[in-house]
């Protein structure tokens, strides 16, 4: 444990240089993080698990191993794994169309789902066709719609209506606005709330006696979460944001136990005693449909390396789940702070390197010398119009740091004149010039274009 917590590095290294080591406390610092939570599980049992930071900045009170944090999207696997119990239980088939078992409410037919209506497993798999990424969540002075309103996108909705745009079943297209639709359909198939349903289903079957689905968060379970916090480290629009939008995003855990459905997801699929489900239907979940995705969780890797993850991104909180499918194996990190997912992988990478877990490592790139003039000629001011920030880009030694809204830094190191990358998080930035030689702009790789307003 000693190890890991002093044993972190940047994910992207530099070839021929010895990577520098950070403490877990330097990276929280180096990324605003307040608040981290880690578990870690080998062996088939749980090795260590800690708190680092704190759940509040406002309140110092320290992190602690049992601190709940919104999973956000690692809501939807343990969902998934809820609606895998129904069927088996006999209330669901994964390949009847959904339509048949909804309710007050149906998915709206139309050219695409007329000859191909949606089911369940394309629910589970992201392959129904069914818009709406993502959520944003409702600060607590907000009122927060039914699950009705959101899949209509009515009323105080602030989420696009969830419709069916392509046929089922072509195409890969993460959508939480699907699990927002399992969510409909596990409370019409057994007439209870879905917090209850995930309760009796999943969370304490399998020993998830902290962890609840209920939005908003009763005050009982309030005082042992950790509070969201923003890019700059400071609280967020209140405490957090509620997210009615349970099954995609409304899950209150802790990594200790996050490692506990991992470990009974491990021992489902060695027969070795599951709770919740067969060895057969956990066979099934850890089966790449597309994109890389089974029945709620992403599936990696074959053989030893054969693993199934997760990650979660809410409104001032980032979570990471990582496990093997042989030999008892997984890393799960929580955090409060909007840039805790690239401090998220570094932890887990530090556990890989040091319990030496066949996982991909850190990628390495060749530096380029660029000229101070060079440099000097790229720094300057930059409008990101997209979200109205600035980005300031100064020198610093041989390489150029861009501040976000005076808050958030990219590190840019060149890996050619006009090319630079993040050694944190990966982040690619092209430099774009006009015919007489002037920069112009910045093209993030995969990203926004930010143009250049002041020198």
């Not at 240089?17 to 307040?34: C, K, L």
């Not at 349903?197 to 005082?223: H, I, K, W």
């Not at 004149?417 to 993040?422: K, L, Q």
């Amino acid at each position: 444990m000693a190890r890991v917590e002093n044993g972190l590095a940047r994910a992207i290294q530099v070839r021929g240089r010895s990577p520098e080591r950070f403490s877990i406390q330097e990276r929280m610092s180096f990324y605003r993080v307040p608040g981290v939570s880690v578990a870690v599980l080998d062996e088939g049992h749980i090795a260590w698990a800690k708190g680092y930071g704190v759940k509040d900045v406002e309140t110092g009170e320290p992190v602690t191993a049992q601190t709940l944090f919104q999973a956000a999207s690692i809501s939807k696997p343990v969902a998934a794994t809820a609606a895998l119990r129904l069927v088996e239980e006999g209330l669901l088939n994964l390949d009847a169309p959904v339509n048949e078992y909804l309710k007050g409410w149906k998915i709206p037919e139309n050219e695409f789902t007329r000859e191909h209506p949606v089911t369940l497993k394309h629910l589970l798999t992201h392959t129904a066709g069914l818009t709406v990424h993502g959520f944003p969540g409702y600060a607590l002075t907000e009122e927060v719609p039914t699950t009705v309103q959101v899949l209509d996108g009515s009323g105080p909705a602030n989420t696009a209506p969830i419709r069916v745009d392509t046929i089922p079943g072509v195409l890969w297209r993460y959508s939480g606005g699907g699990y927002t639709v399992v969510q409909q359909l596990l409370e019409d198939v057994t007439g209870d709330p879905f917090p209850q349903v995930l309760r009796e289903e999943v969370l304490d079957p399998v020993g998830m006696t902290l962890s609840t689905y209920q939005q908003p968060l009763p005050p009982e379970q309030a005082n042992h979460a950790a509070s969201s916090h923003l890019s700059d480290g400071t609280g967020g629009d209140g405490k957090w944001h509620v997210y009615p939008e349970m099954a995609a995003a409304g899950l209150w855990t802790n990594p200790t136990e996050l490692a506990k459905l991992a470990m009974e997801m491990q021992a489902s699929l060695h027969g070795e005693g599951g709770r919740v489900l067969s060895p057969e239907m956990t066979r099934a979940m850890f089966t790449p449909v597309l994109g890389g995705y089974g029945l709620g969780f992403g599936i990696q890797g074959e053989g030893e390396e054969a693993r199934f993850s997760h990650g979660g991104s809410n409104y001032g909180f980032k979570a990471q789940f990582l496990a093997f499918m042989e030999g008892g194996r997984g890393a799960f990190v929580m955090t409060n702070g909007d840039q805790g997912s690239s401090l998220a992988q570094e932890i887990i990478l530090a556990v890989a390197r040091e319990y030496g877990w066949p996982v991909p490592g850190y990628q390495e790139v060749i530096l380029s010398e660029v000229s101070p003039e060079v440099l000097q000629e790229i720094a300057g001011t930059y409008h990101l119009e997209e979200q109205d920030l600035d980005i300031v880009v100064e020198v610093v030694g041989d390489h150029l740091r861009g501040t976000v809204a005076e808050v958030q830094t990219l590190e840019l190191y060149p890996t050619a004149e006009s090319f630079f990358i993040d050694l944190s998080d990966g982040t690619r930035i092209r430099v774009e010039r006009d015919l007489e030689g002037a920069v112009i702009a910045l093209q993030i790789l995969g990203g926004p274009r930010v143009v250049r307003t002041g020198g």
